[in-house]
T-cell receptor, first 115, second 111 residues
Framework: GAVVSQHPSWVICKSGTSVKIECRSLDFQATTMFWYRQFPKQSLMLMAT?????????EQGVEKDKFLINHASLTLSTLTVTSAHPEDSSFYIC???????????FGPGTRLTVT | KQEVTQIPAALSVPEGENLVLNCSFT??????LQWFRQDPGKGLTSLLL?????REQTSGRLNASLDKSSGRSTLYIAASQPGDSATYLCAVIPGYNKLIFGAGTRLAVHP
């Protein structure tokens, strides 16, 4: 149980284009989803927290107009990187929470490369 | 501001050794502490979650302890195997739902 998927697993895009990453909870209802980014050999940094049906809460320093997060249902959240630039290249990981213990379950990650 | 530090940053050992990975945090007011494993280019696998009222958790060859008052947690891996090679991340949960990660310990176990 508690499986979280991400799509795509990797994506290459050109500078200036937008990219959408999906995060799905497959076997439970995720009232809260989280988006992290991870640079090589560094730890995960929380970007934003989203509750189903509400606007996302962004961490300090994360541009909300650049990283658009939508959590329209209890099983799906999307992260759209708008007008991507090479410095946005990173590993993006989502997690979902919905149980009594509030434990987060992580997706497999999406590798974004902006050329 | 809560900060999580993991020592060592990297570790290379021969198969069969017992290992100790350390995690320290600056603010002892935490809800839970969790240890994860991350394989290269992959997501996170939860290993052990220790609630603030607990002092340790065990799963197979893994044992994690928590000392909130001193701001420390230790992950003990018994009889290490090459399949244990990965990055091990410690995360504290200071409140509702939020995880703050350390930078991780990169472990290599060679045959």
């Amino acid at each position: 149980g508690a499986v979280v998927s991400q799509h795509p697993s990797w994506v290459i895009c050109k500078s200036g284009t937008s990219v959408k990453i999906e995060c799905r909870s497959l076997d439970f209802q995720a009232t809260t989803m989280f988006w992290y980014r991870q640079f090589p050999k560094q730890s995960l940094m929380l970007m934003a927290t989203s509750n189903e049906g509400s606007k996302a809460t962004y961490e300090q320093g994360v541009e909300k107009d650049k990283f658009l997060i939508n959590h329209a249902s209890l099983t799906l959240s999307t992260l759209t990187v708008t007008s991507a630039h090479p410095e946005d290249s990173s590993f993006y990981i989502c997690s979902a929470s919905g149980g009594v213990t509030y434990e987060q379950y992580f997706g497999p990650g999406t590798r974004l490369t902006v050329t | 501001k809560q900060e999580v530090t993991q020592i060592p940053a990297a570790l290379s050992v021969p198969e069969g050794e017992n290992l100790v990975l350390n995690c320290s945090f600056t603010d002892s007011a935490i809800y839970n502490l969790q240890w994860f494993r991350q394989d290269p280019g992959k997501g996170l696998t939860s290993l052990l979650l220790i609630q603030s009222s607990q002092r340790e958790q065990t799963s197979g060859r893994l044992n994690a302890s928590l000392d909130k008052s001193s701001g420390r947690s230790t992950l003990y891996i018994a009889a290490s195997q090459p399949g244990d090679s990965a990055t091990y991340l410690c995360a504290v949960i200071p409140g509702y739902n939020k995880l703050i990660f350390g930078a991780g310990t990169r472990l290599a176990v060679h045959p």
